[in-house]
């Protein structure tokens, strides 16, 4: 950056009245430069400043990234909330399957969205678990308006088998060969489909 500083004497056609002077700032030791250098530094506080506050690492700027987020979360919540049980006549919010505090959503970059649920079967080893990871990422990856990476997983210590079907249940390659069964993909349709 180069900062441009005149000095000015006195006598020269450029010079300042007293009042001036005084009202600008003059210093008779350092003369101009003082006042211009006070006001680059402002500008450069008050710059800083707001882009900090807009990236919201500062306090200020920071206040509005949870709220963004928990909208976010509500967001994912309302979505699952309607998905029904493959057993049961219920949905997955009646059964707490699901709840507002299984839902998490970072921030990736300014438009990408990190999309965690953690569900907790309604037994420790309850058959369908594997089926009810894939209707959540089925019904998320229709139906989320904003880009997003999922991760779905069973809540921990909930069933006898949880790695295991949390890496069939974020394994694209197994995603895709389930929705290839017409039997299972027609149980998920049902699952999925909104109430009327």
Request: proline share 5%; aromatic share 6%.
């Amino acid at each position: 950056m180069t900062l441009s500083v005149t000095l000015l004497r006195p006598g020269s056609s450029l010079s300042r009245s007293a009042a001036e002077r005084r009202w600008l700032g003059w210093d008779s030791r350092q003369g101009w430069r003082n006042v211009r250098m006070e006001r680059v530094s402002g500008l450069l506080s008050w710059t800083l400043s707001r882009v900090l506050w807009l990236s919201g690492f500062s306090e200020h700027g920071a206040a509005w990234q949870p709220r963004i987020m928990e909208e976010k979360a509500l967001e994912v919540y309302d979505l699952i909330r309607t998905i029904r049980d493959p057993e049961k006549p219920n949905t997955l919010e009646e059964l707490e399957v699901v709840t507002e505090s299984c839902v998490e959503v970072q921030e990736i970059n300014e438009d990408d969205y990190l999309v965690i649920i953690k569900f907790t079967p309604t037994v420790p080893h309850c058959s369908l678990a594997t089926l009810i990871g894939l209707c959540l990422r089925v019904k998320l990856q229709r139906c989320l308006p904003f880009k997003h990476k999922l991760e779905i997983y069973i809540s921990e210590g909930t069933h006898s088998t949880e790695e295991d079907i949390n890496k069939q249940i974020n394994d694209k390659e197994r995603v895709a060969a389930a929705m290839e069964n017409p039997n299972l993909r027609e149980i998920v349709e049902q699952c999925v489909l909104e109430p009327d």
